[in-house]
């Protein structure tokens, strides 16, 4: 290339780079040593706590060597500041209605006597975890990345409730609420919509979580389980299903948890996207469980460090490790796929050599191909969702 | 009236089939800023949130506290008054702001 046209075609490279909407690169790691609360919550161990009412609790680095969350280190996430308890079980019912042929009124009882029960192994992940990363700082909790979690959970397919009701021709979106439910009059209930085609066999109302019944705080005695999807679709105390003609608008899919509908999905806090849309689907993300910055490490031991990756629904074809702050990668050992939702299991064994500082990164790849940018190259959002950039744990060799 | 308290003390043993454990949710005490305009934030914001769910928010512009405060009377529809939007708007920025208005 002639000199004249490099110059030309850089001209033209930074005049685009300055018309578009994206950001410099802001975007940090997300915060990664908060302590756990001495305040233990129901069926919980201690959490990272943001917040006793509603209760906002995040599971530690630590949490993510396995690929199953054990329920009381689930993290938890709740909108409202009163949960009912629901200590009269035989008064719970989940309600179908709307454009069904046979409304339904369902007990805990009838759901798993009167259905098959299935199993699905998936991640639970929220739209804002990670959020801490995103400068200029967004509004919303202040995430670290322990806002996810990998479960069994066992119950009924939707397919089969709405089955049993006989959708009526012509309905083509459901209306989920749960009893997340405000204390002040005429403020919006937690509900979400989901048009009836979405709707696969892997989207169940589960009872059950690793073989336990749901904790209270995530969901008890009924959760929908969407795969794939961010966990702001995963109502919990799940109480009533409305079948519906056309969608109808509401405060938490049509102004809560959304993104900008552009390619990049980003925009900048002087220049918002004129068009968003909800965080639905989730995109390939990792995470180290061992060791943390909290790890002291000899020099010439055996290190084995673990982690966890996953997708959305696609599943993971590499996990790659560098210890030189991206320059070479090398492929950690993958443990087996219990399903490809769930959380994907990682181990890499190595040995530091010399005392010091030590970065360790884990980049996931899934099978369509894609894989984790590093944090700086993610582009910001008003929400401050999405983040799933390239995890980074620096720990001292001693 | 005998009838019906074994009526309903019948009925409660049969519902009571539920949690046996303790589901009571923790009380935490959240390290806030009080200063003259703290009245304000207990009066408007403590309906449906804690204090941690303010300290956790991480440190906002002016713009997107008073932002907050609007989004909280008009979508959750916190009562909260012209005069208190304005204070509470201040002592947001004043404690939790990171000094930029917008």
């Known amino acids: 290339m002639k000199r004249r046209d490099f110059f030309r075609l850089s001209a033209i490279a930074s005049a685009l780079v300055l018309s578009s909407t994206r950001s410099l690169a802001l975007t940090t790691q997300p ?118 979690g990998c479960a069994v959970f066992k119950g009924v397919r939707l397919k089969d409730i709405l089955a049993k009701a006989g959708v009526k021709e012509g309905a083509s979106w459901l209306g989920l609420r749960g009893d997340d439910t405000p204390i002040l009059p005429s403020a919006p209930s937690y509900a979400r919509e989901l048009e009836l085609h979405e709707i696969s066999d892997d989207v169940i109302v589960a009872y059950e979580m690793n073989a336990e019944e749901l904790p209270y705080l995530n969901g008890y005695p009924l959760r929908l389980i969407i795969p794939g999807m961010y966990s702001d679709s995963w109502v919990k105390m799940l109480s009533k299903i409305t079948v519906l003609k056309e969608y109808k608008k509401m405060f938490y899919m049509d102004t809560a948890y959304r993104i900008p509908a552009n390619e990049c999905e980003c925009e900048t806090a002087d220049k918002l996207a004129p068009k968003t849309q909800p965080i639905t689907s989730m995109n390939v993300k990792s995470y180290i469980g061992y060791p943390t910055s909290h790890t002291k490490i000899d020099a010439q031991s055996n290190v084995l460090l673990k982690g966890i990756a996953f997708d959305n629904g696609s599943g993971i074809k590499e996990v790659l490790i560098s210890l030189d702050k991206g320059i070479s990668w090398e492929r950690a050992e993958l443990e087996k796929e219990l399903s490809v939702y769930a959380f994907r299991a990682f181990s890499y064994a190595f040995k530091p050599m010399s005392k010091g500082k030590l970065t360790l990164m884990a980049k996931a790849v899934n099978r369509r191909g894609e894989e984790q940018p590093f944090s700086k190259d993610i582009e910001w959002n008003h929400g401050g969702y999405k983040y799933n950039g390239i995890d980074s744990v620096t720990i001292t060799v001693g | 009236m005998k009838k019906m308290m074994i009526l309903g003390l019948l009925l409660s043993s049969l519902l009571q089939a539920g949690y046996s454990q303790n589901l009571k949710v923790p009380s935490v005490a959240f390290d806030i800023k009080i200063d003259k305009d703290f009245g304000a934030m207990q009066r408007n914001c403590q309906w449906c949130h804690s204090f941690g769910y303010i300290l956790n928010q991480g440190k906002l512009s002016k713009e997107s506290w008073h932002k907050i405060v609007v989004k909280m009377r008009e979508v959750y529809k916190a009562p909260i008054t012209k005069e208190d939007e304005k204070t509470t708007t201040e002592y947001l920025f004043k404690h939790y702001g990171n000094a930029k208005l917008k």
């Open chain 1, 31 to 148: 915060q990664n040593n908060r302590k756990v609360s001495s305040v233990v919550f129901p069926q919980k161990k201690p959490l990272i706590t943001y917040s006793d009412r509603p209760p906002l609790l995040e599971t530690p680095r630590s949490g993510f060597t396995t690929a199953i969350t054990p329920n009381n280190e689930f993290f938890v996430r709740w909108h409202s500041p009163k949960i009912p308890i629901p200590r009269y079980l035989s008064m719970f019912s989940l309600d179908v209605d709307g454009e069904v042929n046979t409304p339904l009124v369902l007990s805990l009882d009838k759901l798993k006597n009167e259905f098959e029960a299935v199993e699905v192994t998936a991640v639970l992940q929220c739209g804002g975890n990670s959020r801490s990363a995103f400068k200029p700082q967004t509004s919303g909790i202040q995430w670290g990345s322990g806002a996810m």
